[in-house]
């Protein structure tokens, strides 16, 4: 079992930034694909971002790219989102993610609020 804990979130301006944080539990977290999701008050959860279990791949949700980065590093079994030029439809419960053998783990999720 994964255990994934995030961290980062809180209220931001419009045009500013924040680092979302997600450590993972496990010694073979390099080898898993990992994204991050987010849910709005009464939508469904949503990808915002993956990465490779390399790093070497990326992919964006058409809203987020150009604004946000995905990144990880296996040393430390955590992966980042940098979040830039937020604006107040990003606000949501961030949720990091494992894709751990087509099985997926969810964290507890980390609040990010952007106020207009």
């Known amino acids: 079992q994964v255990q994934l804990v995030e961290s980062g979130g809180g209220l931001v301006q419009a045009g500013g930034s924040l680092r979302l944080s997600c450590a993972a539990s496990k010694r073979t977290f390099s080898s898993y694909t990992m994204g991050w999701f987010r849910q709005a008050p009464g939508k469904e959860r949503e990808s915002v971002a993956t990465?490779?279990?390399?790093?070497?791949?990326?992919s964006y949700a058409d809203s987020v790219k150009g604004r946000f980065t995905i990144s990880r590093d296996n040393a430390k079994n955590t992966v980042y989102l940098q979040m830039n030029s937020l604006k107040p439809e990003d606000t949501a419960v961030y949720y990091c993610?494992?894709?751990?053998?087509?099985?997926?783990?969810w964290g507890q999720g980390t609040q990010v609020t952007v106020s207009s």
């Open positions: 993610n494992a894709n751990v053998h087509g099985i997926g783990y």
């Open positions: 990465i490779s279990w390399s790093g070497g791949t990326t």
